[in-house]
């Protein structure tokens, strides 16, 4: 089976922005289907065709996924915070519609559906290593619906429909549309912006995955041979840090890239949000050969010389760089 067409639902996000133009270099035709909260970075491209359209409008979805050979299913309101500034609406993008999209890609002969979970859908454990058989103990209802879609997937697998979940960890690093509401990422626009680090509690562990390592792991899921991956769920992360570990390496990664920055100070502070979890990633390595090449140190680098370069200004003024101003301001139902 040759991949040849792939739509991507929420193709112009932070992920999308950087795995949209990688697959359009690797030769793939490309369908963005996304409701573009954040306006759309993506390079003019022939083979590529961005379709403004919600996810839960399934009869214009089911029209983009005709001749599609496989969906990648980024499309969510992501992130707890995000979920808790409108339920119903996360609610009905991150979950009453997974299963009509699936049926929906099934119905227009689509042969692979690589489906975008998390890893925090495993919530506060404190087992050393958190494995794909690791109970699910959701502590919010971004975590839960999460979950609970995966087995809607399992429904509709066939032999003619590879299914497959990646849980990647928290994303950091630059893209053309960065999130600056993502733990590494704030901490490094703090350091370069403020010359403060604030640190919320500071002992959670924390996965961590560089973009550019999350849109290899999405390429892989297209190239892998059927019988490797179906049915089958995937951790994707790297180093497992705690909050104050990660604040210890933007300070030393800023003052090394922007030496006129000083002497940068670590505040530590309480906090209520105690998610905590160390995720093991030994499957993908063991069935599929992936290892991450980046580090989180690397994704500060890439995120100093962001700033550095002016690609990211008004970093903290700005609604665009943040999920839950952004849909705020744009009034999303």
Same mark, same amino acid.
């Given at each position: 089976m040759t991949i040849t067409n792939v739509l991507i639902t929420g193709g112009a996000g932070y992920v999308g922005h950087v795995l949209t133009p990688r697959l359009l270099s690797a030769g793939y035709n490309v369908t963005v289907y996304d409701a573009l909260f954040f306006g759309c970075r993506l390079p003019n491209d022939p083979k590529l065709h961005v379709i403004r359209g919600d996810v839960r409008d399934t009869a214009k979805l089911a029209e983009a996924l005709a001749g599609q050979d496989a969906i990648l299913h980024l499309a969510c309101i992501s992130n707890d915070a995000s979920f808790e500034l409108d339920e119903k609406l996360s609610q009905t993008i991150n979950y009453d519609c997974f299963e009509p999209v699936? !049926?929906?890609a099934k119905q227009a002969g689509v042969q692979r559906f690589v489906y975008c979970s998390s890893s925090s859908v495993y919530g506060v454990s404190d087992s050393p290593d958190v494995t794909e058989e690791h109970p699910l103990v959701p502590l919010t209802l971004y975590n839960k619906f999460k979950g609970m879609c995966e087995p809607l997937l399992w429904k509709h697998k066939a032999d003619d429909f590879t299914c497959v979940v990646v849980r990647p960890a928290t !994303?950091?690093?630059y893209s053309p549309r960065t999130r600056l509401d993502l733990s590494v990422n704030i901490l490094t626009n703090h350091a370069v912006n403020k010359g403060v680090i604030t640190v919320f509690g500071g002992n959670q562990m924390r996965p961590n995955l560089h973009v550019e390592d999350m849109v290899d792991a999405y390429q892989l899921m297209l190239e892998a041979p059927h019988e490797k991956i179906h049915g089958e769920i995937f951790n994707i992360g790297f180093q497992n840090y705690s909050i104050a570990e990660i604040a210890g390496m933007?300070?030393? +990664? +800023? &003052? #090394? #890239?922007?030496? &006129?920055k000083g002497d940068i100070k670590i505040a530590t502070t309480p906090t209520n949000d105690m998610r905590s979890y160390h995720v093991n990633s030994d499957k993908v390595k063991r069935v599929l050969g992936f290892v991450p090449r980046r580090s989180v140190e690397d994704a500060v680098r890439d995120l100093t010389h962001a700033f550095r370069n002016y690609l990211l200004p008004d970093s903290f003024d700005d609604d665009w760089y943040y999920n839950v101003r952004t849909m705020k301001k744009l009034g999303v139902q």
């Open positions: 699936v !049926i929906a !994303i950091c690093g933007v300070k030393r +990664v +800023v &003052e #090394e #890239e922007m030496p &006129e």
